[in-house]
């Protein structure tokens, strides 16, 4: 079955310290990954996509199809980074939709 | 500004009296989806219309139902809601025009309480 996997619920850092959010997914042939965040009080809204290969707000995410990852990344959290993140792959067999992560909620503490 | 609009933000039904909630796009995308995302937890999708087409998620229950009578709009109806159903039930659009990606605009959402 297709599936996406957030295994942390919850990560807190400090300010200036490196994060990372962990996706993997188990979904065959190459799939489309996004990752969505909500700031709080704000509509969910796209971060960054994998195809285009971008950074977003000094994140970054790459495609590891040997380990079937979708880490997001940041050398240096920022408080406003405050947010829940969501992992999301479109489904085969129908490209509109979208399967969201259960969700990290980051933290970024002064 | 282009924008995906739902309304009303707030709602409050009573335990078994029909509910309908609604969205509007001003971005002329063709297909639009209706989640669901109770507390602490995922969006899930319930369906959603590419074009006219409906397309319900195999687990959504029966007490939902949707309305597409135009590109713009799009209801949820929620004949009976019990008190499982309070939720923040989110409206996104996409375009799935050639050469466009899958990129969902999510409207704010409507929490909906069921007393």
């Known amino acids: 079955a297709q599936r996406v996997t957030q295994p942390e619920k919850l990560l807190s850092v400090f300010k200036g310290a490196p994060v990372e959010l962990k996706c993997n997914y188990s979904?065959?042939?190459?799939?489309?990954l996004f990752w969505y965040v909500q700031y709080s009080r704000q509509r969910l809204q796209l971060l960054l996509r994998?195809?285009s290969r971008e950074s977003i707000k000094g994140f970054t995410a790459d495609l590891n199809k040997g380990e079937t990852s979708f880490h997001l990344k940041k050398p240096f959290a920022q408080e406003e980074d405050s947010a829940m993140y969501y992992c999301a792959p479109v489904t085969q067999g129908g490209s509109e939709k979208l399967v969201f992560g259960k969700g990290t909620k980051l933290t970024v503490n002064p | 500004d282009a924008m995906v609009i739902q309304n009303p933000r707030y709602q409050v039904t009573q335990f078994g009296k029909p509910v309908t909630l609604s969205c509007s796009q001003t971005?002329?995308?063709?297909?639009m989806y209706w989640y669901q995302q109770k507390s602490s937890q995922a969006p899930k999708l319930l369906f959603h219309?590419?074009?006219?087409?409906?397309?319900n998620e195999a687990d959504t229950p029966d007490n939902f139902q949707s309305r597409r009578p135009n590109t713009s709009f799009c209801f949820l109806d929620i004949r009976s809601p019990g008190l499982g159903d309070a939720a923040m039930y989110l409206c996104a659009t996409s375009s799935l025009m050639t050469g466009a990606d899958n990129e969902q605009f999510f409207g704010p959402g409507t929490r909906l309480t069921v007393l």
């Open positions: 971005l002329n995308h063709n297909v």
């Open positions: 219309y590419y074009d006219k087409d409906f397309n």
């Open positions: 994998h195809i």
């Open positions: 979904y065959s042939g190459s799939p489309e």
